[in-house]
C-alpha cells in the first residue's frame, strides 16, 4: 500500500462550533479519524502544520506548507493538505510554484462543512484526495473537491456554500473521481524527466489593484511606494481608462521608469484577456512593454508574481519567467 502523509492546516474541515462562530479545533489525527476504510487502500500518517481559518493564510504559511512536504518527501508516496476553502485556490498555485517537478501527488482538499457534521461534504472530499494520492499515475499539486480533480494553478472557487465550490478555469479537469474509480482525462506523468525542486523564497510584495469606473490613477501611484509589483484587474479583454486626462499612462510610466512590474489581467473569470484587441489597451501595452496574464486565474498570477520576485529582480528575467508554463498556469502567451 502506498503511503501517505496528511497535514492539517485548519479550515473549515477541521472547524467545531463555538460561542464566536465555527473555528478550526481538529487535529489532522482526529480528522483521518472520520474516514478509517481510507486505510484499506493505504497507510495515513499525519502531522499538524497550522491551524487556522484559511482567511489568515499568508505567504509565511505557503512556505511552511512546502517546507514540511520537502522535510518528509522521501519517506510517503504522496501528501494531502486539509486546508480551508476561502483561500484554497491561492494556496495550491503558491505550492506549484514552489515544489516543482513532483511525481509524487499532492492534494490540497476541504470542505463547505464541518467533517464533524451529520450533512457534511468533507469525509468524501477526504476519501477522495487519500484515494487520488495513492494513484500511480497521479503526481503534482492538485486540488480534488467534489468528485473533481483540478490543476494546482487552474482552481477557483466560484460558490461560497454549495459542494461543487470549486472549478478549473480555462482549462479541463485533470480526473474524475466517481466513489471508488477516477477517470484520468490528462494522463501525463510520464512526461517528467527532471528531479523534484523545492524553492524557500517568496516576496509578499504584490499588490492588485481592481479597476471600477472612475478609479482614481493615484492609487496606482501610492501602491508604488509600497509594492514591488502590481497586478491590475481591468475591464474585458483588458486596458486602462483614459477619462479626461492621461492619470492611468502616467501612473504606468512611473511604475516602469522605477524598474517596477506591471502585469494587466481581466476581471472577467473564463477566456482570459487580449490587451492587442482595442485601443485602450494595445497602445499601452506597446509602449511600456506591460507583462499580460492572458487565459491565468488571478490566483495563478499572484502566487507566481510573488515567486518570481523571490528569484529574482531583472525585468527580462522577471518576464521570461512569467511566461514558463508552469503546471499547467498559462497556454496563450505573447
Not at 490540497?108 to 461534504?121: H, L, R, S, V, Y
Not at 480534488?144 to 483540478?150: A, L, R, S, T, Y
Not at 480555462?170 to 517528467?192: G, S
Amino acid at each position: 500500500m502506498k503511503r501517505i502523509l496528511l497535514l492539517g492546516t485548519g479550515g473549515t474541515i477541521a472547524c467545531k462550533r463555538t460561542p464566536e462562530g465555527l473555528k478550526p479545533l481538529l487535529s489532522s489525527e482526529e480528522i483521518l479519524s472520520y474516514v478509517p476504510a481510507s486505510k484499506d487502500f493505504c497507510s495515513i500518517d499525519a502531522i499538524q502544520v497550522l491551524n487556522i481559518d484559511s482567511t489568515n493564510i499568508q505567504p509565511s504559511h505557503w512556505l511552511a506548507m512546502a517546507g514540511a512536504i520537502e522535510e518528509h518527501y522521501e519517506d510517503y508516496d504522496g501528501f494531502v493538505i486539509t486546508h480551508g476553502t476561502d483561500t484554497m485556490a491561492y494556496t495550491a498555485a503558491a505550492l506549484s510554484y514552489l515544489i516543482r517537478n513532483s511525481k509524487k501527488p499532492i492534494v490540497i482538499t476541504g470542505a463547505q462543512k464541518p467533517i464533524d457534521m451529520e450533512n457534511t461534504d468533507a469525509r468524501t472530499n477526504l476519501a477522495d484526495s487519500l484515494r487520488f494520492a495513492s494513484h500511480s499515475q497521479a503526481h503534482g499539486i492538485n486540488i480534488v473537491f467534489d468528485g473533481k480533480v483540478i490543476a494546482g494553478t487552474r482552481g477557483k472557487k466560484e460558490r461560497t456554500k454549495s459542494y461543487n465550490a470549486f472549478s478549473s478555469i480555462n482549462f479541463p479537469y485533470i480526473a474524475m473521481i466517481q466513489e471508488e474509480h477516477i477517470l484520468f482525462y490528462l494522463d501525463d506523468k510520464a512526461l517528467i524527466t527532471e528531479p523534484v525542486r523545492f524553492f524557500r523564497r517568496l516576496n509578499p510584495n504584490v499588490g492588485l489593484l481592481k479597476l471600477i469606473p472612475s478609479t482614481d490613477a493615484s492609487l496606482l501611484d501610492y501602491m508604488a511606494e509600497h509594492y514591488d509589483a502590481v497586478i491590475i484587474e481591468s475591464f474585458g479583454v483588458g486596458g486602462l481608462p483614459s477619462y479626461d486626462r492621461e492619470d492611468y499612462y502616467r501612473a504606468v510610466s512611473r511604475w516602469t521608469s522605477l524598474g517596477k512590474t506591471v502585469i494587466m489581467t481581466t476581471q472577467v473569470t473564463n477566456e482570459g484577456s487580449n490587451m492587442s484587441v482595442y485601443e485602450v489597451g494595445k497602445n499601452l501595452k506597446k509602449e511600456f512593454g506591460l507583462l499580460e496574464a492572458y487565459d491565468m486565474t488571478l490566483e495563478a498570477a499572484v502566487t507566481k508574481t510573488m515567486w518570481i520576485l523571490g528569484q529574482t529582480s531583472d525585468p527580462q528575467e522577471i518576464r521570461r519567467l512569467f511566461y514558463q508554463t508552469v503546471n499547467r498556469d498559462i497556454l496563450w502567451k505573447s
